[in-house]
């Protein structure tokens, strides 16, 4: 895996903790599997190590402030976060951690940290009850949500005295996570992927309407994973209340028709089209135009909404086609029925009973070719690029 290292830009983000003389050890690695690698200090991180140590290992000046900049040997935080593949800050403290999650820039790796796009990897580390406080806990589930990634700290002895959550995380585990993360970067480069996402509404009258328990997590994680690896995104979402990733083009829709409209809109330009939207299957036929009054019984005529996937299937072309197929029952025969019938070259399919709305999925996978690839209980994250690997494969019109 070593050319995933060689000639990548990574900024190492130090922040202030008993933990940041590790900082030296992680830079040492960085850079010995040939990555290029930036140091950005917080202010309390020079009262732990001094930056001269990072600068003669990076062989670069280290950025620590934001308002005296020599252009000639330092670069601005706009610059350093645009040609940045990964920022990386090891240790997090809690205090850098909440910044991150309010939008506060008052220093140089605050700033960086808003105005890259990069995949962010945090490595917390601090006492234990801090970790395990809710402020703390809430701010990282925050940052989680937009899709930065995080590592949980260790369990072991803390600087405290104490036993319990909260040492950095292994040097190994980091090391492992950021070769994942960089190693994923540039296989979608040159693809156009458009994911649907959500739920649809179909409206009975101007306040009433039809839906399902879609979240949009899903669709979203894998907005987020394309773009990290490469691809220019497009993201057709029914309604949600989650932020759209950086650098990806969303478009919002209500109902079933509206998301027909707006991908068929867009397949000419498509590369991939992943549908992870819950597209709902019925609209009532008629949208009173007022509100409805109450009667003893009410019947609703229902008519089936376009196939979006199934229409994507029959102007197929060299796309990649993958769909989704929630099931509650006869998941692997279901699935494959639907792969076959919409013209997929893959489908997801989950075992709704495990659960819909979380975090974490448990899905299956299964493509064209026959093969079927069932995934442990992952983040939602992590099953994005389960799926993204995939697609590269099949892309490339392999057959692994
Ligand atoms: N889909 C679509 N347009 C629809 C309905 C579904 O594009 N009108 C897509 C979904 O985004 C998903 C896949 O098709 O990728 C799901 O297929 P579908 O046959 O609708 O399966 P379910 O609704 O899960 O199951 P069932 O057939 O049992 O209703």
């Not at 994923?184 to 509404?201: H, I, K, S």
Request: hydrophobic share 40%; charged share 25%.
């Amino acid at each position: 895996m070593k050319h995933v290292w060689e000639g990548k830009e990574i900024i190492l983000g130090v922040t202030g903790s008993i933990a940041t003389y590790k900082a030296v050890e992680i830079l040492r690695e960085l850079t010995g599997r040939g990555a290029n690698v930036t140091v950005v200090m917080t202010e309390s991180a020079q009262r732990f190590v001094a930056p001269l140590t990072f600068e003669t290992l990076s062989r670069r000046p280290v950025l620590t402030d934001l308002f005296t900049l020599d252009y000639n040997k330092h670069i601005g935080h706009v610059a350093a976060g645009e040609r940045a593949d990964l920022l990386l800050v090891a240790p997090t403290t809690a205090n850098t951690i909440a910044k991150f999650a309010h939008g506060l820039a008052d220093d140089f790796l605050s700033n960086l940290y808003l105005s890259t796009t990069c995949p962010v990897l945090l490595a917390p580390a601090m006492d234990r009850e801090m970790y395990a406080h809710r402020a703390v806990q809430e701010n990282l589930a925050l940052l989680k949500a937009r899709g930065v990634h995080t590592l949980d700290p260790e369990y072991g002895e803390l600087a405290s005295g104490l036993i319990g959550r909260g040492r950095l995380a292994d040097l190994s585990t980091i090391l492992q996570i950021v070769e994942d993360l960089l190693g994923r970067q540039q296989d979608l480069t040159g693809e156009t992927v458009l994911v649907t996402a959500g739920p649809t509404q179909e409206p009975l009258d101007p306040v009433r309407y039809l839906s399902n328990r879609s979240t949009g997590k899903m669709g979203f994680a894998i907005a987020q994973a394309a773009r990290d690896r490469g691809a220019h995104v497009m993201v057709v979402s029914g309604p949600t209340s989650l932020a759209t990733p950086a650098g990806v083009l969303r478009t919002d829709v209500t109902t079933a028709e509206e998301m027909y409209q707006a991908v068929l809109e867009r397949l000419d330009t498509t590369t991939i089209l992943i549908m992870a939207a819950a597209v709902a299957d019925y609209r009532p036929s008629t949208r009173a135009p007022q509100k409805m009054k109450k009667q003893e019984t009410i019947t609703i005529e229902l008519l089936r909404n376009p196939d979006i996937l199934a229409e994507a299937g029959r102007q197929k072309g060299s796309r990649v086609l993958v769909g989704f197929a929630a099931e509650t029952e006869d998941l692997l025969e279901n699935a494959r029925e639907k792969l076959q019938k919409k013209h997929l070259d893959l489908i997801v399919a989950n075992d709704i009973r495990v659960g819909f709305a979380g975090e974490t999925t448990r899905v299956t996978m299964l493509d064209r070719q026959g093969r079927v690839e069932e995934l442990p209980e992952l983040s939602k994250r992590e099953v994005a690029h389960r799926i993204l690997d995939r697609v590269v494969v099949l892309r490339r019109g392999e057959h692994a």
